[in-house]
């Protein structure tokens, strides 16, 4: 089959690719090709409405479909907003579900949209099958900064290894990203210097992007850059694209009152906005209102809806998912007009699909401008009756110094200046009209390689805070936490599993936010647990749900006594309001908020650094045969990723001992009523009361190894191995705040003591690790006589040789392994006796 094909399957014959699709199509990734041997390029320029998604998408699926070795196996699919996930995923979804007959490509379950939440699925489960990731920068650029956003912190060391091994990111509409731009160029340039055998790759794509923004200060490659349709004579003669390219779109500037903070003042400059958008409305079309702020876009759409006239719809970012698909929905289909007023904000201007007749926009920075103009008269179906109007407002008229700032947030007043310049001679806003894509938000902070390395240790400081990397990955006016409602806090609270996917509502991070928590404080009507904001605390210790099962566990929550940051997950009263399923998050709102219903199945998603949820299964499982499994898992993902030599060995070795520490007697004590002369390694009565409080199987194994092998320098990797198969012990060992003391001034840290006896453990492959007392000297800093370099020593030296992302890919697939080998126990558990023997 041709790629051309290949393409009309994907859209069900009414669409062939273009010449630049197809050459994207045949081309070679970046590997150890001859250098004059053609390869994709890095930066992809072409106007709105040339298929990009399409081009990149269907280009990678071909690869896989013909077999390309050098293919990556996960697709990144970057976005700067929440809006333009859900459109992109459900295309690929498409695509995918018509291409099923096609071998070696993702299905439409393996399209995965990442957005945080107890209910993600689990995508990361098969590295060596080909899936495709889409999310915006907030989920995917803080998961590749180990700092993973609304997720279980103790995973994030997994979604850092897969996110920058055997990926291929897509940074779509570069001009939105703000301050991830120049970290994706950094993270490129680590990658370049300090990945392993199938690093990342990034390729960049917009329609206004100047390849200089991509220079950072250790990214300074010249990329290769495609200009579409310029770069291809078949496409620049084509009459659909030239209709797209000359689009016509007549610009018009609409005098209007300032909007103002002021009461009085900012209904003036609404109703007069609502006004300009009446007048100008071609009845049976779409007619796109896009405003600078969620506030204003509320204030506009009630005032239309007030008003007699046709559908109005309200788009923003500060939905929760349902009713931010069910308003995505509501939008036009491409080449059927809708007599509608569409009110927006920025989260509509890049990428989604949609052809107004009528624009009113206020002035932005000119990029911006630009993605706007991409949704008016798209495909140039409006060009035969004149063009489609672009009306534009000057949010800075008349306004002195101190008015500016706040009349043109949440720009800057400098970017809002030039654009009107620009706009001043500007007639036709046509795409080969526009010019050169202005400049850039200018970069504040870089992330340089120590900064990523002191990212790669994940425990907390003592007080439970992280480093925040907010700084790389949204500008500060757009950094956002996480909100989801429940129901009667006051009497609830300690029954409240973590959230789902679809509670999560993102709201910004700023004063109009902090000002409305305080204020909820004062709430003197409410409960006191209903005035709060709460979050889940890591180093709790968890409670079980009085009305559930004992294996459904829940979080520790705790009040938030502080302004949030970036990346929070808050649980809110439904008393508190906040949030309105016509208009999104609104501060203004009293109106208990509804509660999403929450799902039946038990809670497993509130992992606390005391639990182990991965020993709590229907079957038991013996300890050694759980061991030989594990290593066995090992040996074939090594196999099917291409692991070998001393790494190899070494992921194996750790799969075989990963568990040991779980014969430990206060561990066994937590596995129930089972026969006390069997070791088992998971078991369906889990007592996480009983036993120690914090104790970590995985640090008694990582020291069992180490003794074993008489503290050898050689088994370093091993041991770290086995001690982070949990992301729980890893980089640093520590005592955890809320840990009590061990006996007679023993050292202590995680739940083991000095002196801890360990039984000895069949391995399940002839040998075996020998009954032995645990020798804790290691976590002090300095040289030890029995111990030797100290575990703090140790690690380090393992991330210098290794690099961040080839220890964590590592680390992975320990933890691969043991997934996947426990989930197989439980499967043939269902067929076979779970102690080991079979029915037959």
Excluded at 1 to 23: G, L, V
Excluded at 668 to 677: C, K, N, Y
């Amino acid at each position: 089959m041709t790629y051309s094909a290949f393409f009309k399957t994907a859209f069900r014959r009414t669409s062939t690719p273009d010449a630049w699709q197809a050459a994207l199509a045949d081309r070679p990734f970046w590997s150890d090709v001859p250098a004059d041997t053609p390869t994709w390029p890095d930066a992809l320029i072409a106007p709105t409405g040339l298929g990009k998604t399409a081009g990149v998408v269907l280009a990678w699926a071909w690869r896989h479909a013909q077999g390309d070795p050098d293919v990556p196996r996960r697709l990144v699919y970057c976005l700067p907003m929440r809006t333009l996930v859900e459109q992109t995923a459900d295309a690929t979804k498409r695509w995918m579900t018509e291409l099923a007959e096609f071998p070696g490509l993702p299905r439409c379950e393996d399209v995965h949209i990442l957005m945080g939440g107890a209910d993600e699925p689990p995508w990361y489960r098969d590295p060596d099958q080909p899936a495709i990731l889409i999310g915006t920068q907030d989920m995917l650029v803080s998961r590749a900064l180990m700092r993973g956003y609304a997720m279980s912190r103790f995973r994030w060391p997994v979604d850092f290894a897969l996110l920058h091994t055997d990926a291929l990111w897509v940074f779509d509409e570069v001009q939105a990203m703000g301050a991830a731009r120049p970290t994706s160029t950094q993270l490129e340039a680590f990658r370049r210097t300090m990945g392993g055998t199938r690093p990342a790759r990034s390729l960049w794509v917009s329609a206004t992007l100047d390849p200089a923004w991509l220079n950072s200060v250790d990214f300074r490659d010249t990329p290769a850059v495609w200009h579409v349709p310029d770069d291809f004579p078949e496409d620049t003669g084509d009459a659909r694209i030239q209709a797209i390219v000359s689009a016509r779109k007549a610009v018009t500037r609409v005098e209007t009152p300032p909007p103002s903070q002021k009461k009085d003042e900012a209904k003036a400059y609404t109703q007069a906005l609502a006004q300009t958008v009446q007048d100008h409305h071609q009845p049976g079309h779409p007619t796109l209102v896009i405003v600078n702020t969620v506030a204003r876009a509320q204030a506009v759409h009630a005032a239309l809806s007030a008003r007699s006239g046709p559908e109005t719809l309200l788009i923003h970012s500060r939905f929760r998912p349902a009713e931010r698909a069910a308003k995505a929905k509501a939008l036009p289909a491409p080449g059927a007009p809708k007599d509608l007023i569409i009110v927006a904000t920025q989260a509509i201007e890049a990428g989604v699909d949609l052809s107004a007749a009528v624009m009113v926009t206020e002035l932005a920075p000119w990029a911006s401008l630009v993605q706007r103009f991409g949704r008016v008269n798209r495909r140039g179906e409006y060009s035969a009756d004149g063009g489609a109007p672009v009306v534009w407002i000057d949010v800075l008229a008349d306004s002195d110094d101190k008015e500016a700032a706040s009349r043109a947030a949440p720009y800057e007043v400098r970017d809002l200046e030039e654009t009107r310049d620009r706009l001043a001679g500007l007639t036709d806003a046509a795409p080969s009209a526009l010019g050169d894509p202005g400049d850039p938000t200018p970069v504040r902070r870089v992330l340089r390689r120590k900064d990523l390395i002191e990212l790669f240790d994940t425990d907390p400081d003592l007080t439970g805070f992280d480093v925040d990397i907010s700084p790389y990955v949204r500008d500060a006016e757009d950094t956002d936490v996480r909100v989801f409602w429940r129901e009667n806090l006051d009497s609830t609270l300690e029954d409240q599993p973590s959230p789902t996917r679809d509670e999560l509502c993102a709201i910004p991070i700023g004063q109009r936010t902090t000002d409305w928590l305080k204020a909820l404080r004062k709430k003197d009507k409410l409960p006191q647990a209903a005035r709060r904001a709460w979050c889940i605390d890591p180093q709790g210790r968890g409670g079980r749900s009085r009305s559930d099962k004992d294996t459904d566990r829940r979080p520790t929550w705790r009040s938030l006594d502080s302004d949030p940051w970036p990346g929070l997950v808050l649980m809110l009263d439904s008393r508190a309001g906040g949030y309105d399923p016509d208009s999104g998050f609104n501060p203004d709102s009293a109106t208990p908020v509804p509660v999403v219903a929450q799902p039946a199945a038990p809670d497993t998603g509130a992992e606390t650094a005391d639990d182990d949820q991965d020993s709590r299964k229907d079957h038991a499982v013996p300890l050694t045969a759980h061991l030989g499994h594990v290593a066995a898992e090992a040996e074939a993902l090594c196999a099917a990723l291409g692991v070998t030599g001393a790494e190899r060995d070494a992921v194996v070795t750790a799969a075989r001992w990963h568990d040991v520490g779980k014969a430990h007697a206060d561990f066994q004590a937590r596995l129930g009523d089972a026969d006390p002369a069997i070791l088992l390694a998971k078991a369906a009565a889990y007592h996480r009361d009983k036993g120690r409080a914090y104790f970590r199987h995985e640090l008694a194994s990582a020291l069992a190894f180490l003794a074993h092998h008489g503290w050898a320098r050689e088994a370093d990797l091993p041991a770290y191995l086995i001690a982070a198969h949990h992301g729980k012990v890893r980089l640093s060992l520590r005592a955890l705040p809320k840990e009590q003391p061990a006996p007679e001034g023993r050292r202590f840290a995680r739940g083991v003591w000095e002196g801890d006896p360990l039984p000895a453990v069949d391995l399940d492959n002839g040998t075996a690790s020998p009954e032995r007392t645990l020798v804790l000297s290691v976590m002090d800093l300095g040289r030890d006589e029995v111990t030797g370099a100290s575990w703090t020593e140790r690690t380090r030296a393992l991330l210098d040789r290794y690099g961040p992302f080839q220890l964590a890919w590592l680390e992975a697939l320990v933890r691969l392994a043991d997934w996947r080998a426990s989930e197989n126990e439980q499967t043939a558990a269902r067929h076979h006796d779970p102690m080991g023997g079979s029915d037959d």
